[in-house]
């Protein structure tokens, strides 16, 4: 078993910033990529980026370039979000993608205002 403890959203303006966090304990050592995914109002829950334990990253096109996705040693990743957009608003999950399953955090609401 794996838990996820996200924190980090809120109302922002857009061309803002906001930094998302996620925090693993449990089985960790199990974990092979963690990231977030985001579930925009009336859509479906789409990927945003995610890190393999190796370190290697990928990006959702929407979001390169803007948002930056990092990990310490401690089994916490940060999302790192620059020129927030009105169509950033979402609800953001933490995933983290095991052998046995995938967990998934509470979710933190992320509004981006016009």
């Known amino acids: 078993q794996v838990q996820l403890v996200e924190s980090g959203g809120g109302l922002v303006q857009a061309g803002g910033s906001l930094r998302l966090s996620c925090a693993a304990s449990g089985s960790i050592s199990t974990i092979n990529v963690m990231g977030w995914y985001r579930q925009p109002p009336g859509k479906q829950r789409q990927l945003v980026a995610g890190i393999t334990s190796g370190g290697s990253t990928n990006y959702a096109d929407s979001v390169k370039g803007r948002f930056a996705l990092s990990r310490d040693n401690a089994n916490t990743v940060y999302l790192q979000m620059n020129s927030l957009k009105p169509e950033d608003t979402a609800v953001y999950y933490c995933?983290?993608?095991?052998?046995?399953?995938?967990?998934w955090g509470q979710g933190t609401q992320v509004t981006v205002s016009s």
């Open positions: 995933n983290a993608h095991t052998l046995t399953g995938n967990y």
